[in-house]
T-cell receptor, first 113, second 111 residues
Framework: EPEVTQTPSHQVTQMGQEVILRCVPI?????FYWYRQILGQKVEFLVS????????KSEIFDDQFSVERPDGSNFTLKIRSTKLEDSAMYFC???????????FGQGTRLTVV | SQQGEEDPQALSIQEGENATMNCSYK?????LQWYRQNSGRGLVHLIL?????REKHSGRLRVTLDTSKKSSSLLITASRAADTASYFC???????????FGAGTTVTVRA
């Protein structure tokens, strides 16, 4: 069964460093998302991406964040200068269209020290 | 906020029993989805119910939706130890293409 894959599964980085989280969405999907879950808290929407551009972003998704679909398969989330409060599980999701099931990856646990 | 809120926060049942959890939300929705998350792992999609549907089944799962009360319930019948996980409802608001998640219900199934 097709699945969303994320790499790495766990990343430890120093405060102020840039990180890139990678995702390979399901191949025939058109909508892509990033969510995050701070330990013990709710899953929060960060950004949605459709037709090679951001369609919506939350207040969390400030200038430190960016997304890219550099080729036909990968979807990346970059955090330019990480802060301690960026420590969270980051989930990539994809959907064939915007009104049906979104399938999530296993997540990347980001730890900023 | 559109976020769904689950109730109860935690549930402990014996294997073989049914588990019921509820979700309430605030505004009109396109659909409501239920996800499962095993500890520290990814979100597994369980079931989607559209705003014009009242009930859906998938295996041992039964989901209901009452749009007049802005609430949904997830029933897991004949629970197994492997059902131990956190369960989240997520709503897609009208005009939106993103999901708003609730805080989840942690279900523990005792063998």
């Amino acid at each position: 069964e097709p699945e969303v894959t994320q790499t790495p599964s766990h990343q430890v980085t120093q405060m102020g460093q840039e990180v890139i989280l990678r995702c390979v969405p399901i191949s025939n999907h058109l909508y892509f998302y990033w969510y995050r879950q701070i330990l013990g808290q709710k899953v929060e929407f960060l950004v949605s991406f459709y037709n090679n551009e951001i369609s919506e972003k939350s207040e969390i998704f400030d200038d430190q964040f960016s997304v890219e679909r550099p080729d036909g398969s990968n979807f990346t989330l970059k955090i330019r200068s990480t802060k301690l409060e960026d420590s969270a599980m980051y989930f990539c999701a994809s959907s064939r269209d915007g009104r049906i099931e979104a399938f999530f990856g296993q997540g990347t646990r980001l730890t900023v020290v | 906020s559109q976020q769904g809120e689950e109730d109860p926060q935690a549930l402990s049942i014996q294997e073989g029993e049914n588990a019921t959890m509820n979700c309430s939300y605030k505004t009109s929705i396109n659909n409501l989805q239920w996800y499962r998350q095993n500890s520290g792992r990814g979100l597994v999609h369980l079931i989607l119910i559209r705003s014009n549907e009242r009930e859906k089944h998938s295996g041992r799962l039964r989901v209901t939706l009452d749009t007049s009360k802005k609430s949904s319930s997830l029933l897991i019948t004949a629970s197994r130890a492997a059902d131990t996980a956190s369960y989240f409802c997520a709503t897609e608001a009208m005009g939106d293409y993103k999901l708003s998640f609730g805080a989840g219900t942690t279900v523990t199934v005792r063998a």
